[in-house]
Structure formats: C-alpha cells, structure tokens
C-alpha cells in the first residue's frame, strides 16, 4: 500500500513538475524573444537612421531628395513621413507614405510641432539622432495611430545646416521590423510605464493561462516597453510529450506492480500450501509406522523415513546412497538379496501384494518384515526408482503364535465343557429311566418272594425294566447329539404316540404323589416332525415339575392335564399344554426360571426348563407359561405339524 501510495505521489509529482518545467519553457522563451524582438528593433531602426543619413548625403537637389526619400518610404511601410527642415525647425520639403491616409494634410503639422522640438533639441544636444515621446495622431480614415518622431541634425564641416524629421508610427515598427517568427501567435504591444497600450500587434487569446514578457526598448530621448504576450492553448491534462511520456510510464509502473503484487499474492499462496503440504507430508512420514525407502535406478538410496531408521538402527545419513551390501541384510542372505534387487532393477515388479523377507537389525538381531514395493515414476511419467513400504511382521507373528495357542486352549476347553454339559444332561435324564427301573426292579423281588408269583405282573415289569433300560440308552444318543449340536433325526410322529411312550413314567410319579391325570388330546391332531426322544424329555420334565409343585399339604385333589391340539393363530403348528394346580410361579424366581442351574428344589439341579425352551427352540417353536384359573401355571409349547411344506429347522 504505501509503495502504491509512493508511486502515485510520484506520478503526480512528476506531472506536477513536468507542466510547470513546460510552463517555465514557455515563459523563457517568451522573455528570449521578447529581448530579441527590441535587438531586431534597435538595429533595424539604426539601418534606417543610415538610410536616411544617405538620402542626405551631400546636399542633394529637393527633386533627388524628395525621389530618394519616396524611395525610402516605399521601402520602410513604418515611417509616415519624412521632412527636410532648416536650422529654426521649418519645413523646407516634406515626402509622405502612399500606405496611409495622410494625417497631417486634415490636422495640419504644427500640432506635432512640440514633438518635434523636443526631438531636436535632444538631437542636438547629443549632437545624433533622438526621438521624442509618442504621441496620437488621428488619421482620415478615422483610425488613427500612435506615432513618435526621430530627429536627425544635419551638419556641416560642424556647423548645424538644418534637420530631418521622420515620423514612425509605432504599430508599424511592430508590423514591419519585426521577423513574422516573433509575432507569430502572439501579441506584441508597445506599453507606457504604467501598462498603457500604445500599439498592438495580433490580440491574444485570454484564455486560463497567459505568459507575458516586458523588455525595454531604450532609444535617444524616448524610452518604450515592449511586451509580449503569449497563451497556452485549451488546457490539457498531458501539455506535452514529456509528460504524457512521464504519466503513461508511471501508468505502466502502476500497472506492473499491481502485476507484480498480484503475482507475489500467488506465489505467497503457492508457497505457503506448498509449506502445509510438506508439513503434512513430513508429519504423516514421521507419524507412520510402515518404513518407507525410496531408490534410484541404479538401487542407490535416496530416501529413508524415520520409521525405517528405527526398524534397521540405521541412521538415514548411514543409509543414503547405499545399493549393494545394504547394512541391514543379515549376511547369511546377501547373495540372494543382490539378485532379487538385479532382477527389480532389470524392470521387473514385484507382487503387489508383498512378499516378505528377513532383515538385520544394527544390533545384529533378525526381524521378519513385510514388504511391498512400487515403481516411483517422477512427473515426467518417466521411471525414477523404487518406493518400497516395510512392514515389521514380529508382532504379527506373535499375535498368531498367540491366537493359535489360545484357539488350541479354547478347542480343549470346549471339549471338556461340552463333556461337562452331557454329563450334567445325562445325570438329570437318566434319574427317570433309572428311578423307573429301580421301581421296577423292586416290585419284581417283591413279586418273586411270594409263594406264588404272579408270572404275568413278574413279565410286565421285566419288560418295563427292558424297555427303559432302552430308553436310558436313546437318552443317552439323544443327549449326546443334543450337546454336540449335530443335525437331529427328526421324524413325523403321532402326538399321542409320545403320550402313550412317557405315560407309563409319568403314572408311576403320579401315584407316588396322589395326582390324578388327565388326557386331553385332539384325535385328528396332525402329527408332528420332531426329535421324539428329546420331545418326549421335554414333556416328562414339564409333567414332572408340574407334579412336584403340587406336592405341598394343603392340596387335595392334585390333578396334573396335559392337552394338545393344533394351534388357533396357525394350524401349521400343534400346541401342548402342561397344566398344574399348584401354588403357580412367584414373580421373583420367575426371571430366572430359564436360568441353568437355577432351581428351588434340595435335590433339584435347575437344568429341566432350560433344556426344555432349547429343544423346542431348535423345533423352531416357543416354549412360554402363564398362571392356570383358578390357581396353578400352564407350561405349553409348540411344534411343528408334518403338514408343513418344509421342515422348520
Ligand atoms: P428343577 O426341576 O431341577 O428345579 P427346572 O429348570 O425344571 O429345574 O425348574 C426350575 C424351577 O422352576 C423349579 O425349581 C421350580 O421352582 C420352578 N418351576 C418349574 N415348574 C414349575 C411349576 N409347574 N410350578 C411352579 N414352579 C415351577
């Protein structure tokens, strides 16, 4: 801003400056041809003065003189009037000019006569020729002039033979003794003293400026001021070439350093963002983990960054310009090394995806690293060398060492859990079948120390004993594949098929504990696709609990139903339900009824409900309670009927 400032004060300085140097130009000019102007007048009034000396010249005849003098008239357009007059100042001959109308013939020549006197008595003082003081003389063309008279003493052999007497008018002096290169556009004026214009040549123009010059024009016995005027024209803003020549540079120089400021703003700009873009650069560099090298052509280092550095405990002054025996190849693998990096620079990429390979560390140590390399192609489009990034993979190693001993500690301990689990199943589903056998077993013993036993009853129950031995083992499979998540066999089955298979179970509970049970099952309920042995747990387990909770004194005739029938919302789906008229669930134990291991019984092991919402969510059912009216809990779940198009699960 300031040099803006500077330059304009400049530029209006130097146009200041320039219009008053041509101002002054104009003035010394004026002054030198004003002083010229009164030179050409002096001299050329003295080669008059001669002229008319010859006219004289040796006492002519009046004929010859009136003749020469005509002649000199006719030559000189600023003299009126020539007289021959004789010691006392009288007209002897007179010659008048044909240019102008006569003044004197209409006024009559004595009026000047105190002019003239004056004019000779100076002349003979001085003993040359004298002027008097000018005066006005009104001519017959109405116009009039401002004339002035020379005097002449004519002598001879010392003695004063008379005068001649020349008038000038003034108006032509200016007009005829002056060079027209003077007067050109300019007003030439004779003046008094005190500023009186006595005659005029030209009319200057008055315009804003107008220079003026002032000369004395100093002659024997009168002294007359000539001025000059002159004007500039129309004021203009550039007067002349120099200071037009002095703006338009300065226009330029604006004009460039306006260039040129806009220019440093860009550039300013450029630089700084170049500044940010390294800074970022240099910043991402250093922050990065992955280490960056950067080679030439011929294999040489040209770039390491930091984290490079650090990987090798090489310094990167240790490390530029290196390209065979790097410091860091463990020795052992130079050669291979050295033709890996010949076959890279023979032009040859490497996989994108890395490869990995061992590197030394200063200290002598070998790490794995990963790294991936990429041509550096410079911004000509041209090959300049190798990018390569290095990843350290010891971590990476480790974490996988790391993982695969805990996935191996984590397979180990999923089996033993999984044993856990189906030894935990197994203890809870084989208490039934076995307490089953037991029961049976006794009664057999009974049956046998009678005298008579009844054979009959002595079969049924070895035939019971037979049948849930089997289905201790089915439990056992059942669970088995249960807990190891194999695909289930799930076949189609008759609802009241697995009624009829539990029943005998459920009874033997049942007249333990006075409970009377009931059946009610839809004779045209579909079948359902089911893992039946597993179902069939799921229903003891429900029966029994629901049993159990009407174990209490206060309840009389304990009545435990078991219903089924296709579902109302959708008859793709068969309902059971589970009835008991016991005390029904109280709300704080009822958040963790599907908890395993959860249980309020002394000898209960809490795992019946949880298996039983499992199994018959892996029939793709639900398994949900609610509380029976009057009093007691409804367990119900569902199952799919065979009808479906496709299996469930
Ligand atoms: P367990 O029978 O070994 O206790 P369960 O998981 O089968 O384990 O049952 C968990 C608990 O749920 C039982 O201890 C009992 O308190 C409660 N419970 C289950 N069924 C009923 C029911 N029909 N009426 C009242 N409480 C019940």
Same mark, same amino acid.
């Given at each position: 801003?300031?040099?803006?400032?500077?330059?304009?004060?400049?530029?209006?300085?130097?146009?200041?400056?320039?219009?008053?140097?041509?101002?002054?130009?104009?003035?010394?000019?004026?002054?030198? /041809?004003? &002083?010229?102007?009164?030179?050409?007048?002096? *001299?050329?009034?003295?080669?008059?003065?001669?002229?008319?000396?010859?006219?004289?010249?040796?006492?002519?005849?009046?004929?010859?003189?009136?003749?020469?003098?005509?002649?000199?008239?006719?030559?000189?357009?600023?003299?009126?009037?020539?007289?021959?007059?004789?010691?006392?100042?009288?007209?002897?001959?007179?010659?008048?000019?044909?240019?102008?109308?006569?003044?004197?013939?209409?006024?009559?020549?004595?009026?000047?006569?105190?002019? !003239?006197?004056? &004019?000779?008595?100076?002349?003979?003082?001085?003993?040359?020729?004298?002027?008097?003081?000018?005066?006005?003389?009104?001519?017959?063309?109405? #116009?009039? =002039?401002?004339?002035?008279?020379?005097?002449?003493?004519?002598?001879?052999?010392?003695?004063?033979?008379?005068?001649?007497?020349?008038?000038?008018?003034?108006?032509?002096?200016?007009?005829?003794?002056?060079?027209?290169?003077?007067?050109?556009?300019?007003?030439?004026?004779?003046?008094?003293?005190?500023?009186?214009?006595? =005659? !005029?040549?030209? *009319?200057?123009?008055?315009?804003?400026?107008?220079?003026?010059?002032?000369?004395?024009?100093?002659?024997?016995?009168?002294?007359?001021?000539?001025?000059?005027?002159?004007?500039?024209?129309?004021?203009?803003?550039?007067?002349?070439?120099?200071?037009?020549?002095? =703006?338009?540079?300065?226009?330029?120089?604006?004009?460039?350093? +306006?260039?040129?400021?806009?220019?440093?703003?860009?550039? %300013?700009?450029?630089?700084? $963002?170049?500044?940010?873009?390294?800074?970022?650069?240099?910043?991402?560099?250093? *922050? %990065?983990?992955?280490?960056?090298?950067?080679?030439?052509?011929?294999?040489?280092?040209?770039?390491?960054?930091?984290?490079?550095?650090?990987?090798?405990?090489?310094?990167?002054?240790?490390?530029?310009?290196?390209? /065979?025996?790097?410091?860091?190849?463990?020795?052992?693998?130079?050669?291979?090394?050295?033709?890996?990096?010949?076959?890279?620079?023979?032009?040859?990429?490497?996989?994108?995806?890395?490869?990995?390979?061992?590197?030394?560390?200063?200290?002598?140590?070998?790490?794995?690293?990963?790294?991936?390399?990429?041509?550096?192609?410079?911004?000509?489009?041209?090959? *300049?060398? +190798?990018?390569?990034?290095?990843?350290?993979?010891?971590? #990476?190693?480790? !974490?996988?060492?790391?993982?695969?001993?805990?996935?191996?500690?984590?397979?180990?301990?999923?089996?033993?859990?999984?044993?856990?689990?189906?030894?935990?199943?197994?203890?809870?589903?084989?208490?039934?079948?076995? &307490? &089953?056998?037991?029961?049976?077993?006794?009664?057999?013993?009974?049956?046998?120390?009678?005298?008579?036993?009844?054979?009959? $009853?002595?079969?049924?129950?070895?035939?019971?004993?037979?049948?849930? =031995?089997?289905?201790?083992?089915?439990?056992?499979?059942s669970?088995?594949?249960?807990?190891?998540?194999?695909?289930q066999t799930h076949e189609a089955i008759a609802v009241?098929a697995l009624?009829?298979?539990?029943?005998?179970?459920?009874?033997?509970?049942?007249?333990?504990?006075?409970?009377?049970?009931?059946?009610?099952?839809?004779?045209? @309920?579909?079948r359902v696709r089911c893992d039946v042995t597993m179902v069939e747990q799921v229903l003891?387990?429900?029966?029994?609990?629901?049993? #159990?909770?009407? /174990?209490?004194?206060?309840?009389?005739?304990?009545?435990?139903?078991?219903?089924?029938?296709?579902?109302? #919302?959708?008859?793709?789906?068969v309902?059971f339900?589970?009835?008991?008229?016991?005390?029904?669930?109280?709300? $704080?134990?009822?958040?963790?009824?599907?908890?395993?291991?959860?249980?309020?019984?002394?000898?209960?092991?809490? @795992?019946?409900?949880?298996?039983?919402?499992?199994v018959i969510?892996q029939h793709g059912g639900?398994?949900?309670?609610?509380?029976?009216?009057?009093?007691?809990?409804?367990?119900?779940f569902t199952l799919p009927a065979d009808?479906?198009?496709?299996p469930v699960v």
């Amino acid at each position: 801003m300031a040099l803006v400032g500077l330059v304009v004060a400049l530029l209006i300085t130097l146009v200041w400056l320039a219009g008053r140097y041509e101002a002054a130009q104009v003035q010394s000019r004026l002054e030198r /041809d004003d &002083a010229n102007a009164v030179d050409e007048i002096r *001299s050329a009034l003295s080669r008059n003065i001669q002229s008319l000396q010859a006219i004289q010249f040796k006492n002519p005849t009046p004929a010859i003189w009136r003749s020469d003098a005509a002649q000199f008239l006719r030559e000189h357009r600023e003299v009126l009037r020539i007289e021959s007059r004789d010691p006392q100042l009288r007209i002897l001959h007179f010659v008048e000019t044909h240019y102008r109308p006569a003044g004197f013939d209409w006024l009559g020549r004595n009026n000047a006569h105190a002019d !003239v006197e004056q &004019a000779c008595s100076t002349a003979r003082r001085l003993s040359a020729p004298a002027y008097a003081s000018s005066y006005y003389l009104p001519l017959s063309d109405a #116009q009039g =002039a401002e004339v002035m008279e020379l005097c002449m003493p004519l002598m001879n052999m010392g003695q004063l033979t008379g005068y001649l007497v020349t008038t000038y008018t003034l108006k032509g002096i200016l007009e005829d003794l002056l060079s027209s290169q003077l007067t050109r556009s300019r007003e030439v004026s004779f003046t008094e003293g005190d500023g009186t214009r006595l =005659a !005029v040549l030209g *009319s200057a123009q008055r315009s804003n400026r107008v220079f003026s010059a002032q000369q004395i024009l100093d002659l024997p016995g009168n002294t007359l001021v000539l001025r000059m005027d002159s004007w500039r024209g129309e004021p203009e803003l550039f007067p002349n070439v120099l200071t037009a020549l002095v =703006a338009a540079m300065s226009l330029a120089l604006m004009l460039i350093l +306006w260039l040129l400021a806009k220019d440093m703003r860009r550039r %300013l700009k450029a630089e700084r $963002d170049l500044a940010d873009a390294l800074a970022f650069r240099k910043a991402m560099e250093d *922050s %990065l983990v992955t280490g960056l090298r950067a080679r030439d052509v011929h294999g040489r280092i040209t770039y390491v960054n930091p984290a490079f550095c650090q990987m090798v405990g090489f310094s990167a002054e240790e490390l530029m310009g290196q390209s /065979d025996n790097a410091p860091y190849w463990p020795p052992e693998f130079i050669q291979e090394y050295k033709q890996r990096q010949a076959i890279r620079l023979a032009g040859n990429s490497p996989p994108r995806e890395g490869f990995e390979s061992v590197f030394m560390h200063k200290d002598g140590t070998r790490f794995p690293v990963l790294i991936i390399e990429a041509p550096l192609i410079n911004a000509q489009g041209e090959q *300049s060398g +190798w990018m390569s990034a290095f990843l350290d993979i010891r971590e #990476q190693r480790r !974490v996988e060492e790391l993982s695969r001993a805990s996935q191996e500690r984590l397979q180990a301990t999923a089996r033993l859990a999984t044993m856990g689990e189906m030894a935990s199943l197994l203890s809870h589903e084989l208490n039934q079948p076995l &307490a &089953a056998i037991a029961s049976y077993a006794t009664g057999s013993v009974n049956l046998l120390h009678e005298t008579t036993p009844a054979m009959a $009853d002595l079969e049924l129950a070895m035939k019971r004993i037979a049948q849930e =031995a089997q289905r201790a083992g089915k439990v056992i499979k059942s669970v088995h594949d249960f807990v190891r998540r194999r695909d289930q066999t799930h076949e189609a089955i008759a609802v009241q098929a697995l009624f009829d298979a539990i029943m005998p179970l459920i009874q033997l509970q049942a007249r333990k504990l006075s409970v009377i049970v009931q059946q009610r099952i839809d004779p045209n @309920l579909p079948r359902v696709r089911c893992d039946v042995t597993m179902v069939e747990q799921v229903l003891l387990n429900l029966a029994r609990n629901a049993m #159990q909770a009407m /174990d209490v004194p206060d309840i009389r005739h304990r009545r435990l139903e078991l219903t089924s029938r296709v579902s109302l #919302q959708d008859p793709r789906w068969v309902e059971f339900f589970v009835a008991d008229i016991g005390p029904g669930i109280s709300p $704080d134990i009822e958040g963790q009824l599907f908890t395993p291991f959860f249980t309020t019984k002394a000898e209960g092991m809490g @795992l019946g409900l949880s298996l039983c919402r499992t199994v018959i969510e892996q029939h793709g059912g639900t398994l949900v309670y609610g509380p029976n009216t009057p009093l007691g809990t409804v367990f119900s779940f569902t199952l799919p009927a065979d009808v479906l198009a496709s299996p469930v699960v």
